[in-house]
C-alpha cells in the first residue's frame, strides 16, 4: 500500500476565489472521507463516499461545498467563493470494504488552505 | 450531539515512565474506538482501535476500553521523547447507518528526557 495521498499539500488563495482538492485512497479501499481539521481541535467529517455514491454530509458542508468521487477512484473537494474561515487541513481517508466494526480510517498527509 | 471529551493537556511526564490518556464520549450506541497520534503539523495516524470491553495491547501501548462507563484510555508504557505529540481520541456509531468518525480535541502529550 502506498497510502492515501493529497494534492496540494498547501494552498493559498485570495478570498472570494475557487479551490479544489484531490484526494486518492489506499487502492482497493471503497470508503473515502473527508474531515476538516482547525488549529486546536479534533478533525470534523465533512462528507463520506463509498464507491461513487456519496451517502453521508455533515451540515458543515455549506452549499459553497462540494466533493465528488466520478469512479469510485480518487475524489475532489471543491470550495467556492473562499471565505477567511475555510482556512484549515483538509483530510482524507479511506477504509477497506470490511467495514463493519473493523472501519479503520487511514489518513492522508491533507491539504492547509489558506484564505487571505 | 455526539460528544467526545479529552484533557486537552499539556499531560508531562518522564522519559521512561507510564503516560495515561483518557477520553469519554457521550453516545451509548458506540461501537468502535480509535486512538490516533498526531505530531505538529502532520495528519493523524491511526495507532490502536478497539471494539471490546477490556484491554488491548500492542508493543508499548494499550487501549482499555469500559462501555459501561463510556470511558477509554490509551496506557503507553516506557514513553519515549519520540512520542510527544497530540493524542486524538475518536469514535464510531457504525451501527447507526454513519461511518463518520467523532474526534476529541486531542491530549497533548510532552515526554521529558
Known amino acids: 500500500d502506498t497510502g492515501v495521498s493529497q494534492d496540494p499539500r498547501h494552498k493559498i488563495t485570495k478570498r472570494g476565489q475557487n479551490v479544489t482538492f484531490r484526494c486518492d485512497p489506499i487502492?482497493?479501499?471503497?470508503?473515502l472521507y473527508w474531515y476538516r481539521q482547525t488549529l486546536g481541535q479534533g478533525p470534523e467529517f465533512l462528507t463520506y463516499f463509498q464507491n461513487e455514491a456519496q451517502l453521508e454530509k455533515s451540515r458543515l458542508l455549506s452549499d459553497r461545498f462540494s466533493a465528488e468521487r466520478p469512479k469510485g477512484s480518487f475524489s475532489t473537494l471543491e470550495i467556492q467563493r473562499t471565505e477567511q474561515g475555510d482556512s484549515a487541513m483538509y483530510l482524507c481517508?479511506?477504509?477497506?470494504?470490511?467495514?463493519?466494526?473493523?472501519?479503520?480510517?487511514?489518513f492522508g498527509p491533507g491539504t492547509r488552505l489558506t484564505v487571505l | 450531539q455526539k460528544e467526545v471529551e479529552q484533557n486537552s493537556g499539556p499531560l508531562s511526564v518522564p522519559e521512561g515512565a507510564i503516560a495515561s490518556l483518557n477520553c469519554t464520549y457521550s453516545d451509548r450506541g458506540s461501537q468502535s474506538f480509535f486512538w490516533y497520534r498526531q505530531y505538529s503539523g502532520k495528519s493523524p495516524e491511526l495507532i490502536m482501535s478497539i471494539y471490546s470491553n477490556g484491554d488491548k495491547e500492542d508493543g508499548r501501548f494499550t487501549a482499555q476500553l469500559n462501555k459501561a462507563s463510556q470511558y477509554v484510555s490509551l496506557l503507553i508504557r516506557d514513553s519515549q521523547p519520540s512520542d510527544s505529540a497530540t493524542y486524538l481520541c475518536?469514535?464510531?456509531?457504525?451501527?447507526?447507518?454513519?461511518?463518520?468518525?467523532?474526534f476529541g480535541k486531542g491530549t497533548k502529550l510532552s515526554v521529558i528526557p
Open positions: 475518536a469514535v464510531l456509531n457504525s451501527g447507526a447507518g454513519s461511518y463518520q468518525l467523532t
Open positions: 481517508a479511506s477504509s477497506h470494504p470490511g467495514g463493519g466494526l473493523y472501519n479503520e480510517q487511514f
Open positions: 487502492s482497493e479501499h471503497n470508503r
